[in-house]
């Protein structure tokens, strides 16, 4: 029961968070953590589940589709095998620039 109250105040804090400017951040940590919450820790894609290392992933990645960034829609669980293997495909797919590229070694 208080671990649902203490996860109930940390959204708001969140919310109230809003108004100053770390706000982007606040907002996509929120996102991430619904994201989490949702699939419960579980990659999506090979069904591992490690609280401590999963990463939330854009379907459509963010540089491409950046009005997605907060649609929880857009988002799912990975592990960190799964969401490197998607990064590549994304890369490849959507001739995502240097950034990425360098980001993974590619470039
Ligand atoms: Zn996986």
Request: with cysteine.
């Amino acid at each position: 029961m208080e671990n649902t109250l203490s996860k109930k105040g940390k959204i708001r804090q969140d919310m109230i968070g809003s108004n100053n400017h770390s706000w982007a951040g606040g907002k996509s940590g929120y996102c991430k953590r619904k994201s989490l919450e949702r699939d419960n820790y579980t990659c999506q894609k090979c069904g591992y589940k490690n609280n401590n290392i999963m990463i939330v992933d854009h379907i459509k990645p963010k540089s491409v589709y950046p009005h997605l960034q907060f649609n929880i829609d857009n988002l799912m669980t990975l592990c960190p095998n799964c969401n490197a293997m998607k990064t590549l495909s994304d890369i490849k797919k959507h001739q995502i620039g240097r950034k990425v590229k360098e980001k993974w070694k590619l470039a």
